[in-house]
Every structure is written in C-alpha cells, then in structure tokens.
C-alpha cells in the first residue's frame, strides 16, 4: 500500500495551491484521509481531513473559509484547494491517511511532506 501526495510549492500571499494525496495498493471499507502541517519548532497540527463514509468534514480554525477538501469516492484519493493563501500558512504539509475495515485491521500512512511557501 502506498501513499503519494503531489503539490505544494512558493505563492504569493493572496495565491493558491493544490495539495493532492492519493493511496493505492488496497482497497478498505472507510478512511480518512487529510493533511498536517508543521513549522520549525512547533508541533504538527490539523488542518483538514475528510470521512470518506459520511463526508464529515474537518478544518481548523486558520483553514476555514480559504481551503477546501474533497475526496473522490471511487478510490482514496484527496485534494485540498488552499486560497488566500498567507505567510503564516508556510510550512510542511503532511497528508495523512487513516484507513480501516469494518471485520478488523487498520492502516495508517504518512506523507513524507511536502513545502509550501507563502512569500512576495
């Protein structure tokens, strides 16, 4: 099972970016699949996933109202529109896919990050 996560990159404030996160390899009867972030010296924190299931959805405070997650319900898949971007949005962007069957058995992948940069 692999995870690959695509996007990310330098904009200006005000831009966009398109962070993308597919997983192949297996097919699970639910998951979530969403992204962290983390700058130097702080720790990781949420800033959107989605439930494949149920389509709840989850953004931080920071991402509300400028990012939006959606998910392809043929197969894992995620992407994650960020706009208006801002300077303190910087930093490594982790996708992350949680993944489990109803009988039993969980699977959970990392990203191995991807940069984003906010900057004029």
Request: hydrophobic share 35%; charged share 15%; aromatic share 12%.
């Amino acid at each position: 099972v692999q995870l690959q996560a695509s996007g990310g990159g330098l904009v200006q404030p005000g831009g966009s970016l398109r962070l993308s996160c597919v997983v192949s390899g297996a097919t699970f009867d639910d998951y979530a699949i969403g992204w962290f972030r983390q700058v130097p010296g702080k720790e990781r924190e949420g800033v959107s996933y989605i439930y494949h299931r149920y389509g709840s959805i989850y953004y931080s405070d920071s991402a509300k109202g400028r990012f939006s997650i959606s998910s392809d319900n043929a197969k894992e898949t995620a992407s994650l529109q960020m706009n208006s971007l801002k300077p303190e949005d910087t930093a490594v962007y982790y996708c992350n896919a949680y993944l489990w069957n109803v009988l039993g058995g969980a699977l959970d992948l990392w990203g191995s990050g991807t940069q984003v940069t906010v900057s004029s």
